[in-house]
């Protein structure tokens, strides 16, 4: 009998259910992995964008991590928008207590209307605290600047940045480059090579939860034994597929469509 590959996802939720757990979890069965959820924080928000936050007792994002650790098990594991320190020392404290190796961090720091989705003091813990667990971090160009303290509008300055945020303890980085006009180019670093992963760039409003959606196809990736760069070559062709398959819901930015034919593999 086949083995069920299950990956978890430790996110904010999206009631517009473009971005977020929600994103997640539609990636997750789209991709052919069963799908958990740890939520640290809830959102009120639409395609227009987010008009409240939740977070959720420190204790219940523990409580849900426990409940699907002691009893489901995991392959891997997406982590999102984590709202707060608190919740990043608990989150790690857990990942480090279960030994859960296969993390993918998409450090999610201020949603596309300006809303913070991790608070300003929180940064310096998800570095300093997160990033050694992480296979691999997967943050755009606004996120990268911040993390690497520096201006990224080249292709060079993108190299610069991703060899910062490794030497900051990151395993390997995914730096998206689909805030930059032209080719959609994701520029991967571990260390040591360099590699680029490139598509043409899909014109679309519906681009809401693209982050959230790479991120977790990775993870589903490795949760099923692909080597890191298989799992982000996969990734880039769901995203890229997702996005052209989007269809316009709501007045704003409208979300991907996760259940387009998938026939690659
Ligand atoms: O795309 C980043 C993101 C992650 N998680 C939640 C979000 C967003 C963006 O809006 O709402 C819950």
Redesign the pocket.
């Known amino acids: 009998m086949k083995k069920i590959v299950k990956v978890m996802t430790i996110?904010?939720?999206?009631s517009g259910a473009g971005?977020?757990?929600q994103a997640d979890l539609k990636t997750f069965h789209a991709l052919g992995v069963y799908g958990t959820s740890v939520i640290t924080?809830v959102?009120a928000?639409n395609t227009l964008g987010?008009t409240s936050v939740l977070e959720m007792p420190t204790g219940m994002v523990i409580d849900q991590m426990d409940a699907i650790l002691t009893d489901i098990n995991t392959d891997a594991v997406k982590i999102?928008?984590m709202a707060n320190m608190e919740i990043i020392r608990a989150v790690v404290e857990r990942l480090a207590y279960y030994g859960i190796s296969n993390v993918v961090l998409d450090p999610?720091m201020i949603?596309?209307g300006g809303d913070r989705?991790l608070r300003a003091d929180a940064v310096d813990a998800m570095r300093d605290e997160m990033f050694p667990f992480a296979t691999v971090v997967t943050p755009n160009i606004p996120e990268a600047e911040i993390l690497a303290q520096m201006e990224i509008r080249n292709n060079s300055q993108v190299r610069r940045a991703a060899e910062i945020i490794v030497a900051q303890g990151a395993n390997s980085i995914v730096l998206k480059g689909g805030h930059f006009l032209g080719d959609a180019v994701d520029v991967f670093y571990d260390g040591e090579a360099f590699i680029e992963f490139v598509r043409p760039r899909v014109n679309t409003r519906n681009s809401?939860?693209t982050?959230?959606t790479f991120s977790s196809a990775i993870a589903a990736g490795l949760g099923k034994g692909f080597k890191l760069d298989q799992s982000i070559e996969m990734a880039k062709e769901y995203v890229t597929r997702a996005l052209m398959a989007a269809k316009s819901i709501g007045q704003g930015y409208g979300p991907l469509e996760h259940f387009f034919k998938f026939d690659i593999q």
């Open positions: 996110a904010g939720s999206d971005a977020g757990i924080a959102t928000q987010v999102g928008m999610v949603a596309k989705l809401h939860g982050g959230c």
